[in-house]
């Protein structure tokens, strides 16, 4: 298991219907972060519209997200999420995630 | 149980120091943590030094920031801290932890 944090930025004004989006979520987007190691994942918000990720990978960072990258439905999720992030236009969130480096963990 | 994640900031030249104290935390410390309900408890480090702090409490956060307040250990501990943060000089970091909002969560 690795536990990762990663930072991402959306518009600020946004958020209201980022975090709908987020309540909403569709059961095959679910399913896939399931099946491709995502466990116990929390997106924290900042008013500057920093996003905060913290998730526990069955096997590592990247086999979670290279088995999402390969899933029909994030592909449709990315495109959606799209203009909520400030990117350039068209930008996938998923392939913009700034990792922080882990100095402290206790059980 | 709440989910709590928190930003503070470091001194981004003193991270290696920073680390290795938290590597050799004293076990009274860690007992202290245990006992007023920190559980699953990480931080993460970014190149300007910000920190965040991701952490499962057992009641509540303030319940647990209450907590560690009142222990004895803490107090010496914050004490040695002090001098790592972006803080005014003597300033307990435990008192100057910026919340961010949970925006979604998926087990």
């Known amino acids: 298991m ?5 930072e991402m930025k959306i518009h600020p004004e946004m958020v209201e ?7 909403d979520i569709w059961p095959e987007m679910s399913d896939a972060l ?4 995502w466990r116990n994942y929390t997106i924290f918000f900042k008013d500057d519209g920093t996003l905060f990720g ?5 096997e590592s960072f990247e086999v979670s997200l290279d088995g999402m990258s390969r899933e029909e439905v994030n592909q449709k999720w990315q495109d959606d999420m799209s ?5 350039p236009k068209g930008a996938h969130p998923d392939k913009n995630m700034i990792q922080w480096r882990e100095v402290f963990h206790a059980d």
Chains 1, 2 share one sequence.
Request: hydrophobic share 25%.
């Open 83 to 87: 203009p909520f992030f400030q990117l």
């Open 34 to 37: 399931v099946r491709t190691g």
């Open 54 to 58: 913290y998730v526990e990978c069955e």
């Open 17 to 23: 219907e980022y975090k709908q989006r987020h309540d």
């Open 2 to 6: 690795q536990r990762v944090g990663f």
